[in-house]
Each structure stands twice: as C-alpha cells, then as structure tokens.
C-alpha cells in the first residue's frame, strides 16, 4: 500500500520557520530518491528538494541556504525545514518520489500535501 502523508504546515509569517514531515512507506522509501514539491494556486508543480539514499541533497535555487531537507531512515520520514520563510514560499507542499513521482494503476500519486501560507 502507497503511504505519502504530509504535514507540518501552517501559517506563519515572514521570516519564521516550519518543519515539514512526510511519512513514506518502507517499500517506497527505502529504494528511492525522496523529494518535497510544491505547488502554488495557478501554478505549475514545482521541486524544491531532493535527498538520496545516502543523504545526498540537492535544493532549488529559490529555497537554497534557506531550506534543508533530511530523512531518518528508520523512520521512513522525510523532513523540510524551512527558514527565513517568504511569501513567495506559499503553497500546498508535497512529498514524492524524485525524479519521477510513484505510479499507481498507471496514474501519478500524490498524498494529500500540507499547505504553508505565509503573512508579509
């Protein structure tokens, strides 16, 4: 059974912080690169970070020296943190597979996400 359940977000304001976690099943997890996503209303899906097996991360230039993403393998959990938060940064965050989000009957899926809203 696919598990990917987000949570963690809210509202804060600007230049404040939230911690993401996203609760992947083992199977998945375990063999994947894991990735947060997020999308903002009327635009596209986006990547915001990925961490490999091994811990290597990579993190978009948008959110670069401002988030970090980890996982704790035992766990089958993956975090974001997310500082010196912009409005721009709103959104509903997703966490998935990377670069190809899991399939399921063929579709493409996604849990349900958590939302950041952040107040200038």
């Known amino acids: 059974q696919v598990q990917l359940v987000e949570s963690g977000g809210g509202l804060v304001q600007a230049g404040g912080s939230l911690t993401l976690s996203c609760l992947v099943s083992?199977?998945?997890?375990?063999?994947?690169?894991m990735g947060w996503y997020r999308q903002a209303p009327e635009k596209q899906r986006e990547l915001v970070a990925t961490?490999?097996?091994?811990?290597?991360?990579y993190h978009g230039g948008s959110v670069k020296g401002r988030f970090t993403i980890s996982r704790d393998n035992a766990k089958n959990t993956v975090y974001l943190q997310m500082n010196s938060l912009k409005p721009e940064d709103a959104a509903v965050y997703y966490c998935?597979?990377?670069?190809?989000?899991?399939?399921?009957?063929?579709?493409?899926?996604w849990g349900r996400g958590t939302q950041v809203t952040v107040s200038s």
């Open positions: 998935n597979t990377s670069p190809v989000p899991v399939r399921v009957g063929g579709y493409e899926y």
């Open positions: 083992g199977s998945i997890f375990r063999i994947n690169v």
């Open positions: 961490i490999g097996r091994g811990g290597e991360v």
